[in-house]
């Protein structure tokens, strides 16, 4: 038996795409609008492939429009900005996705960089980057933002906790820093460079393990009561011969310690696409009414 209390991430995350679905329902009926999601693949990379199937049928589950299109490996950079400018002019797309990772040969920076910002439902434009760094409104990064709301399930209020972000990715690190600075925790990150990692962990009051390291984070990191999110997700041999799916935290050892802890899978990673489903509606409703606030 485990101590900490599991965080149904799957749960919370059926929650907020039930939420959505009613918001769109509403937004349809008293405005006449759709929100549509636009989302971009380039090759054949199978988990690619399965991420936009899921993206795909989730936002058309919410009542939202979905508009998938598929490039070859070997389609030329220019092809994929020319259609996130298709995207970005069209009156019935409010959010634009380019899975990641792109093919070697595609900058992505410069595809990131082509989105429109108000389309930007993954949170990686360098505008948005900046307008949450200012606190100000912005489309945050759908996994950070995930991670927000899952520690809030435990504890409404962070005020005043000692957060540690172990991981200093764009995608997941930084940003979920920011959104915890902007809660008011006291915000460490942590990375493969912090001298006696273990020790800056056991002073959080919330751990964020976003390293891609299998069940890097110990029991004996962990200071008792804390809440632990785990972003990690990888796939390890079992004793059996076959495979498992585990975390950047080493889960049995962790959940005898800490107060509440996501499992993997079903932590984090429904959450992602729930939140964008969220910021695909909140860029709908910022179209029509720029001053709209959004969730950050």
Known sequence: MTGATIIDGTAIAAALRREVAAE????????????????????EDPASQVYVRTKAKATREAGMLSFERKLPVNAPEAALLAL?????????????????????????RKVIEAI????????????????????????????????LILAKSVEPRLAGLEAVVIG??????????????????????????????PAVVRRADLVVAAVGRP???????????????DVGIQRVAAPDGKTRLVGDVAFAEVAQVARAITPVPGGVGPMTVACLLRNTLD??????????????
Do not use: Y
């Open 168 to 197: 200093r990715s764009n995608i997941v690190g930084k940003p979920v820093a920011q959104l915890l600075l902007n809660e008011h925790c006291t915000v460490t990150i942590a990375h493969s460079r912090t001298s006696d990692l």
């Open 84 to 108: 996130i400018g298709e995207f970005g002019r069209r009156p019935d797309v409010h959010g634009i996705l380019v899975q990641l990772p792109l093919p070697a040969h595609i900058d992505a």
């Open 215 to 229: 069940e890097m984070v110990r029991g004996s990191w962990i200071k008792p009561g804390a809440i632990v999110i």
């Open 283 to 296: 860029a709908a409703r910022m179209g029509l009414d720029p001053t709209a606030p959004s969730r950050t």
């Open 24 to 43: 769109v329902a509403v937004l349809q009926r008293e405005r006449g609008l759709t929100p549509g999601l636009a989302v971009v693949l380039v090759g």
């Open 116 to 147: 429109d910002p108000a389309k930007d439902v993954d949170g990686f434009h360098p505008l948005n980057v900046g307008r949450l760094a200012g606190g100000a409104k912005a489309l945050a990064p759908c996994t950070p933002t995930g991670c």
